[in-house]
Structure formats: C-alpha cells, structure tokens
C-alpha cells in the first residue's frame, strides 16, 4: 500500500491509484465531470485540480496523476480554487442559459459545481456556439449546445455497454460528440447515458417536461423485467410512476440499468384492469367483487380438484403464488406450473436452477461456455459483467446456439446439443480449454431447457461441468440463466405439478374444468380447452384477459409490497410506490379472500404471516439480501439422460427484446424501439 497525506489526514491506497480516489479515500470532496470511476481516465474536464507539494508550483488534475509513497495533496488553496474557477468560467463560455427548461435541472453536476466552486460572474460577452441536435432515437433525448465534452457517454458506448456507436468529430470549439451517421443507438444499455452524463445534454425522451426531482417522491424497489433483479428507485408523482432509475448494487447490476426496465413504465397505466369482469351470454360484463367471487364458487362447486389448475406468470412475487398455490393445496389440486415456456426442471437441489457462481463472481471465472442462450437479450446487465470480465483479458467465451452479436469475442462452436456430447467425450478444441481453466463456468439458457429433450440438455449440461473442473469444492460453474422474475422464487415454492398433477401443456385442451391464471400470458391460450373456465388476475388486459371466463384486477410490481428471486437465487423486496388504479388489489389478498368467500380460509391475515409462511415453507425466504456462495462436492446429476439429445438447433428465445411481457406490450415507447430496432420478419414484410 501507498501512504497520501491529504490536507493533513493520512490514507493507504493500492499502487496505481491516482490522487483523485486518495482524496476520496481520506474524505476530501473534489470535483470532476469527465472522471467516472466505472470508465476509463479521460483527462478532458481539468476541474479535480489539486496542489501537490514538491512538485511543481502548478495545478495537477488528480484524475490522472498516480499517487507516490509520502505524496501530500492539497485540495483547497488560493492556487486551486483560483485555477477551477477559471476552468469552470472556460465551461460555461458556451452553455447555453437552459436551466429552466433544462430536464437536467435539481440533478445537474454542472449546476452544483457551479455554485460550489465557480464565480459569481462571467467575463464573457460574445455569442455562444450552437450545436446541432443529433437524433439517437426513441429513448435518449439531446441538446448538444449544453455538452461540455467530457466523453463519458463515448466511454460508456465503447467499454461498458460494447457498443461503440458515440465518437467524436473536430476538434476545440467545432467538436461535437455524434454517431457519425445519424440512427438510433442499438445497445440495450443505453438509457445509462442519461445517468452518466453531467449536464443536460442526453436526458430521457420519454421523460422530457414531465416532472422536476422534488417533486417526485421515491422508493426502493426491484426490476422485474428480467431475472437479474436489478436494484431500482421508483420516482412517482400523485398516483403515476413517472420513472425508474438504477441503485447501486455491486453484487448485481453495479449501478446500471436495462432500457426495457428504465423506459417501459408507461406500459403500467395502459390496458389496465382496475375492475372486475365476468362473462354473461358469451360476452365479458363489469362486476363486483362478490359477484366474482361468486361466479368462481359456482363454477368450482362440486368440481374434483384434480380438473382444477393454477398457471403462475412471470411477474408473479413470491407472496402471490404461495396464496395460490395453497388455494390450490385446499381446493385438492395438485395442478400446478410456473413454466409458461415448458423448460425442464429439477427442484430436487437448487443449484441445479440457479446461477451459482453469481453475476459478480463472473469476474472470478476464467473461461464460459454459452449453451441455448443470447446474455445480450435474455439479461443485458449480466452480459454487461461478462465484457467487463473480457476486456480484462485471458477469458475465452464459447457459444453453444443460435450466432448473435454479443458485445465481446466469442467462438460459436456449434448450434445443436450434440456439441455438448462432443465436450464431454473430449472431441472438441474448448473441452481441453475448459479442463485447462482453474475456474471455468458454463451458462445455461432458457433456449436449451424449454425443449423436447430439455431434461437430457440439463442432464448433459451438469455431466459437461463435473467432467470439466467446474464442480469444486471451492467454485461453482454451473449456471442456469432465467428470463422471467418470477422463475427461482416459484421453483423455491415447488410451484410444480405435484404427485400425480398436470404440468400445464396436460392442463390445456380440455385437461383441467377450472383454470387459474395468475399474470400469466406467455403462452398459447388459444390452446385452453373451449369449455375450461379460465380465472385471469393480473394487472393488464393481455393474452389471458382476452381468454377468461372472470378477470380479477391485480397490482402491477409497482403498486405492491412484493418478493422477489433473481437467476442467481438472491432474495429481495419491492415495495409499493403507487396504490393500483380503481378496485385492483395486492394478488395475495385477492386470493386470500377468495378464500375466505368459499370458506376455505388461507391462515393468513397480513403481510408478516404471509412471508412467515413462505420461510416456513422454505428457509430461502429468510435470507433477505443475502447470497452465500457455495461450491460443489456432491456431484449427483438432475434427472435426465445425458445421450438422449436430439439434432434439433438451439433457437433465439427472446427475438424481441422490447415486448416480452404485459407491462412491455402495453408500452408505446417500447413499441416504437420494437419498431426501430427489431427486424421485420420475410414473411410478415410480404
């Protein structure tokens, strides 16, 4: 370690660390624009000037001076506030005087070091520049007369979301930061930027005019839109949420944020259910509560419980499918399925459905292997982990599937299972690279387990890891990569066909006389039997609202107290920002009276008792916030047979990123990125 002295307080840094994070290590505020301490040093700003003894008698930018044993720093003399009220006076030459229509305004880095280390005045009088507003679509809004340079945003582009479409053109006063040829960005990170960027000129498109920061009152919440689970902060005004913006999480999405995430919000005032509806004579009626509920108690009167079924969605909480599936367990019904897209399972163990090494201990792994999955599409913040561990070199990726433009180097080395045989028999190069590695892992994606020979994928899969030093005693590679939020949390609760019960294929067609479907639209409802009575609750009126028999009003994830398991098993919370519109109610509390209204009470009464409830059923639930890591001794393989693989290639699983759920659907914002980005099929062009 290296001793600082800075202004009188002594710090140990790492060799190799510069002045600036000496400075924020011994608790010295200094300012920056362009340093950003996920990006690379830029030394474009000069504003975190310092004054460093023995040195000489001249301001250093401490962003990219390297710190040296016994260095004293000062941050605060006459030489240095002299020098940043200088720089600052030189930034604000050319900004234009937007504040009151700025969107940046209440949350502008320019603005506060303005104030806080600019002049009271400008000597400045000539005519500032004007720079032409460049269109980078649907999402990102620009102003490029307020850009300062500081390049963060061509930063950002090129070594975070691996999409370098930002650069810059000219040079001094004629530079401007542009996409060469005008089109919108293509990264599914791009929304990042308007965090980023210090001034105003990338804001949100959506956003824009819409509400100031105090205005807004905030809450912690979780993003349901993948399976990572991304820290998020719901801003909301009245009964509205007007936006979602990133929390720093370390351990899962650092401190970004996927666009479907961060701009799909205006899905949830759209195609809402706030009441209920019953069919009469064929057609869907408003009603009441009771009158629902009683619809449900006629139709379940006198049915066996072995033709009544229950269909869990993919932003289900943990809290509402616990209350169904003990409905279900009261009514006598073993028919139960959280698997809209029919992938395999095991719930024998957990580590053989969760992501064991864990979205930061990707940066530990020293080689991947890619099975049946696009990280890009399925969870952009955990492919975002897998560059930020390539371009530290010495990690060779390998893809098992469908080819896709990922944002690092990867080898396709096949696009059927039968590769995965030829691993495992040694027949291929990257098997000895696997055996090589110290801590290989392998993703394991939807794609590859929602298939006829799913179970043989997974069971080929887990002999691939033992085989190839993945299962240790110390590390864990073997990982299943889930899409939907709701996944992990319902196969913690064995939310699955028990005994003898019917997985949902078996439920459709006639299979069950009752079928429950809690948010659950992601498959083909079409298939329903014409004479099962379909019960939809959920928050939008989508593929199962235009099938059901009675819809019950739910909440949207930002309208609940809520938990939630991401793909890597980590527990959390969300929590209610807004109250849900009209007579919607938590989903829990629907069923629990329901079950009151057929005399089958639920023993449950609040909130509490339902998650005491749910760590009772499985002591995950208590573990809030907290993901040991495990390594593997046991090397027992899931059900299946490894040699039963059939020919079929892997197929994308997500061909449209931008609507792949209710809330997206409903978004006019994603459907104008659906339109920009996502190709046209051959097909539907004709």
Known sequence: MVKVTVDGIEVEVAPGSNVLQACEAAGREVPRFCYHERLSVAGNCRMCLVEIEKAPPKPF???SYPVADG?????????VRAARRGVMEFLLINHPLDCPICDQGGECDLQDQAVGYGMDHSRYAEN???VKDKNLGPLVKTTMTRCI????CIRFSAEIAGVPELGATARGESMEVTTYVERALSSELSGNLIDICPVGALTSKPYAFVARPWELRKTDSVDVFD????SIRVDSRGPEVLRVLPRINEDVNEEWLADKSRFAIDGLKRRRLDSCWVKRDGKLQRASWPDAFEAIAKKLDGVDGELVGAVAGNLADAESMLALRDLMTALGSANLDCRQDGAAADVSRRDFYTFNTSIAGIEEADALLIIGSNPRREAPLLNARIRKRWLQGNFPVAVIG???ELTYEAEWIGSCAETISALIAGKHSFAATLRAAKKPMLILGQGALARPDGQSVLAAAWKLAAGSNMLTAEWHGFNVLHTAASRVGALDLHFLPGGNGKSLPQMLHGGVDVLWLLGADEFDTEAIGPDTFVIYQGSHGDRGAARADVILPGAA?????????????RVQRGFLAVYPPGEAREDWRIIRAFSQYIDR???YDDIDAVRARLEQINPVFGRLDILPRFGCTDHTPPAGNPAALKTAPFVPWIPNYYQTDPISRASPTMAECARVHVPVPAQAAE
């Open 71 to 79: 260095m004293v720093v000062h941050t605060d003399t006459p030489m």
């Open 227 to 230: 399976a990572v689970g991304a």
């Open 557 to 569: 994830y930002t309208e609940k107290h809520g938990t939630y398991v991401n793909t890597e098993g």
């Open 601 to 603: 009470t639920l023993p």
């Open 61 to 63: 930018a401490s962003c």
């Open 149 to 152: 340079h500081c390049t963060r």
């Open 128 to 130: 500032k520049r004007a």
């Open 402 to 404: 469908p080819q896709a």
